[in-house]
């Protein structure tokens, strides 16, 4: 950048910005497709299936806690969580078990979890990962004392789901396993580095413009709305925690948002 | 002639399988039938809780993501 014409004063707004910027993408982007591939490695250990056979005829109050942290581990697309959920009930699992695991899956994503790690700290991931984990337990805790069993359809409790291991077992080299991770890599991070490069892009825009000041007053914890505010600027993280979390490390540069500032 | 099914709701992942289906047998010169099984309930009733998932003349072969181009042509051969 030591070009005359793009040249800009370090201090300046949009120097500033711009820097968090380009620090920022390789950053976020390596630490992504890092983070993507061993977890793609790692979930090649796990399936719906070796879950749910372990959840089979454990004791219900374990099966809460195991639940959400198999929910963590297990790959499985949104797209089947009826089957599963369908698959785990008739497979004897409680209610309760099944959703603490279909709850766990898309809000504790390790990639969220390695981001957070890599970016903002230990700590915020250990507040992330405890939050998560102890919300996905205690939810499928309170449905399973709700007892929904008997809104179920018949023909999901009646239904025989036959040997809990119908597949026949695959053999997997350690190689297939790193190939997954790779085949992970290239899905993932293709999809999402345009949302990752809108969300640095957000957050150099916070980093460089938005006075502490501003900040503070939006979402510094004095107001009673700041928390719903927050979680409505949350909500994309949802859908994408690659994107938002380089915003998460903007805002927090800022300060507010976490209030206790002894946790940054 | 071999009867294939494809287990999934309908999601791209699904659609995906099938098209690979379909070349794999075309490359084999292999003539299949596919079908494919959207309901919860037939889905669920084959015993599949990951999508999407294949079973071959009646044999669940794979579930859950795509299938593995080698793999899937040995069960389109045996």
Wanted: hydrophobic share 50%; with cysteine.
């Amino acid at each position: 950048m030591g070009h005359r014409a793009v040249s800009v004063a370090h201090d300046s707004h949009t120097g500033e910005a711009i820097t968090f910027f380009f620090y920022d993408v390789p950053k976020v982007l390596l630490l992504l497709t890092a983070i993507v591939f061993v977890t793609g490695v790692l979930r090649s250990w796990f399936s719906p299936e070796k879950t749910r056979a372990i959840l089979a005829g454990k004791r219900e109050i374990l099966g809460y806690p195991l639940a959400a942290l198999l929910g963590v581990l297990t790959p499985f697309c949104s797209c089947s969580s009826v089957p599963l959920f369908i698959g785990f009930v008739s497979a004897g699992i409680p209610l309760g078990v099944t959703f603490s695991f279909l709850i766990a899956g898309p809000m504790v994503g390790p990639v969220g979890l390695g981001l957070l790690y890599g970016l903002v700290g230990w700590k915020i991931a250990t507040i992330y990962l405890t939050f998560g984990f102890s919300v996905a337990t205690l939810a499928g805790y309170a449905m399973g004392r709700m007892g929904l069993e008997r809104y179920l359809q018949d023909w999901v409790r009646t239904l025989n789901t036959g040997p809990v291991n119908a597949l026949p077992e695959e053999k997997i080299t350690f190689v297939e396993r790193l190939k997954t991770g790779a085949e992970q890599v290239r899905e993932i991070v293709g999809k999402v580095w345009i949302w990752v490069l809108v969300g640095i892009g957000i957050g150099a825009l916070i980093h460089g413009y938005v006075p502490e000041a501003v900040m503070l007053r939006i979402m510094g914890g004095e107001a009673w709305w700041s928390v719903p505010a927050a979680i409505v600027v949350g909500v994309p993280m949802y859908t994408n925690a690659a994107g938002v979390i380089p915003i998460v490390e903007a805002l927090l540069g800022k300060g507010p948002l976490l209030a206790p500032r002894s946790l940054s | 002639m071999k009867t294939v099914k494809v287990y999934g709701p309908g999601c791209k992942r699904c659609e995906a399988t099938e098209t690979m289906i379909r070349n794999a047998a075309a490359r084999l010169g292999i003539e299949v039938e596919i079908e494919k099984v959207t309901s919860a309930q037939s889905i669920a009733a084959a015993g599949v809780m990951s999508t999407p998932a294949v079973s071959v003349d009646g044999k669940l072969v794979h579930a859950g993501g795509l299938p593995d181009e080698t793999r899937l042509e040995q069960w389109l051969k045996v």
